[in-house]
Antibody, heavy 120, light 109 residues
Framework: QVQLVQSGAEVKKPGASVKVSCKASGYTFTSYDINWVRQATGQGLEWMGWMNPNSGNTGYAQKFQGRVTITRNTSISTAYMELSSLRSEDTAVYYC?????????????WGQGTLVTVSS | SYELTQPPSVSVSPGQTARITCSGDALPKQYAYWYQQKPGQAPVLVIYKDSERPSGIPERFSGSSSGTTVTLTISGVQAEDEADYYCQSADSSGTYNLVFGTGTKVTVL
């Protein structure tokens, strides 16, 4: 079955960077986009950006421009999201999700989430 | 920036009908998608293209659209439907720039 499995929880200091991985299985990795979404504790979902694993093309939400980078390694069907210059407000669960298009973009399925804690 | 507005909470008794609205100026031009999120779990798609139901989603989940508002309806609510629900769409430009609604907590009394 289609599955996205993310890397484990991370604890980082303010100013550092974090890189979260997302390994895809059960489908052709290069045939679907990968998106990243985050959720602070008790808060809503916030879309960060997308990547086309075939071309490597990316797009980022304006809020994260310059601070987020989404990459991939097609040989191991894995996407990565790196967020730099971390601050306490970046403490959240980060999800990857497969992007699909049917007269509009939507996300299905999602990874299990990775908790990133930013604390001094 | 573009916003999708949902009521913070909806309460419903078992067997009754829950309706969750999502309002946004671009919704007449862009489809809406709905996700269910239970505590400690990742979101799950329950409705796509305003009213289509993915395989495996119970028939009690349905969606509709009217003007700038889309609605997720859960008919015959069950205790297991207690969760947060989020709508998602795109702004009127149609570019690959996803927006989520503010989220609605459904409580089964």
């Amino acid at each position: 079955q289609v599955q996205l499995v993310q890397s484990g929880a991370e604890v980082k200091k303010p100013g550092a960077s974090v890189k979260v991985s997302c390994k895809a299985s059960g489908y052709t990795f290069t045939s679907y986009d990968i998106n990243w979404v985050r959720q602070a504790t008790g808060q809503g979902l916030e879309w960060m950006g997308w990547m086309n694993p075939n071309s490597g093309n990316t797009g980022y939400a304006q809020k994260f421009q310059g601070r987020v980078t989404i990459t991939r390694n097609t040989s191991i069907s894995t996407a990565y999201m790196e967020l730099s210059s971390l601050r306490s407000e970046d403490t959240a669960v980060y999800y990857c999700a497969r992007g699909q298009y049917s007269s509009g973009w939507y996300l299905d399925p999602w990874g299990q989430g990775t908790l990133v804690t930013v604390s001094s | 920036s573009y916003e999708l507005t949902q009521p913070p909470s909806v309460s419903v008794s078992p067997g009754q009908t829950a309706r969750i609205t999502c309002s946004g100026d671009a919704l007449p031009k862009q489809y809406a998608y709905w996700y269910q999120q239970k505590p400690g779990q990742a979101p799950v798609l329950v409705i796509y293209k305003d009213s289509e139901r993915p395989s495996g989603i119970p028939e009690r989940f349905s969606g509709s659209s009217s003007g700038t508002t889309v609605t997720l309806t859960i008919s015959g609510v069950q205790a297991e439907d207690e969760a947060d629900y989020y709508c998602q769409s795109a702004d009127s430009s149609g570019t690959y720039n996803l927006v989520f609604g503010t989220g609605t907590k459904v409580t089964v009394l």
